[in-house]
């Protein structure tokens, strides 16, 4: 069993940044890919960029490629989403998600554990 508890949203002016965090508790954290999700008012929840259990294999939507980063400190059992250049369209609550897969899946059915959420907003 692994507890995500997602943390570092907010409102931030688009051209700013915002590092989310990932933290988990329980058993065997490092041993999952996390992923991100997110999920706009009126919108399916969209996959947004996933990592490895060993932090190699990483996976972006091409809508975040070159402005978000993921990156993940098995020590301290956290996954961290530095998003940088935000725009007003990345405004969405964030989940962390955790699957058994090696490589990062796109689909949320592929991920068993999920976090509340935190909510990101970007101005215009």
């Known amino acids: 069993q692994v507890q995500l508890v997602e943390s570092g949203g907010g409102l931030v002016q688009a051209g700013g940044s915002l590092r989310l965090s990932c933290a988990a508790s329980g058993r065997g954290f490092s041993s999952y890919t996390i992923g991100w999700f997110r999920q706009a008012p009126g919108k399916e929840r969209d996959f947004v960029v996933g990592i490895s259990w060993s932090g190699i294999n990483t996976r972006y939507t091409d809508s975040v490629k070159g402005r978000f980063t993921i990156s993940r400190d098995n020590a301290k059992n956290t996954v961290y989403l530095q998003m940088n250049s935000l725009k007003p369209e990345d405004t969405a609550v964030y989940y962390c998600?955790?699957?058994?897969?090696?490589?990062?899946?796109?689909?949320?059915?592929?991920?068993?554990?999920w976090g509340q959420g935190t909510q990101v907003t970007v101005s215009s």
């Open positions: 998600a955790a699957s058994p897969l090696r490589f990062p899946p796109i689909t949320d059915k592929e991920y068993t554990y």
